[in-house]
């Protein structure tokens, strides 16, 4: 089985000064949204393998204050592709993925992660708050049988859900 975990950015932090889109951070309701997400999934014991992130500012930043509240020890990539993109591209790079690696997480930006976890899971329609996690399950031993439909949704949790459970000190 092949697990795939899909994180969108924290809340970015528009009035911050910032030269493109690509550099914009992420505000302080971000800052601790990522970082309880972090430790929920840490607590959960669904860290994965394997993390990927968009190479802009706000998806790199949620990813590391996640890894590093949760302390996570899975490697984390930093990957231009996933900024700017598009579902089909996004699924042909998860098809390309190792193997030996059971468990991905990506993180990414809207419009796309709503539209590619309704495309993984059969054409449902999902709306993917700020620092959201989704889970989605593909019964395979290879990344390159993922396709439309061919996944299960496992869980989706937002950092809102998990406010009274979380301390975010």
Partial sequence: MKTLILFRHGKSDWSADFGSD????????GVRSARRMGRFLASAEQVPELAVTSS???????LELAAEAGEWECPIEVSDDLYNTYTDAVIARIR?????????????????W??????????AHVRF???????????SAN????KPGSGTLMWMVTPRLLESWADDG
């Fill in 129 to 139: 708050p700020t620092a959201a996690m989704i889970r989605i399950d593909f019964a």
């Fill in 96 to 112: 390309m993925g190792d193997d030996e690696v059971d468990s991905v997480l990506l993180t990414g930006h809207e419009p796309v």
């Fill in 143 to 146: 990344w390159r049988d993922v």
């Fill in 114 to 123: 709503s539209e590619l976890a309704g495309e993984l899971i059969g054409r």
């Fill in 22 to 29: 690509h550099e914009r951070p992420i505000n302080q309701r």
């Fill in 56 to 62: 802009a500012v706000r998806a790199r930043t949620t």
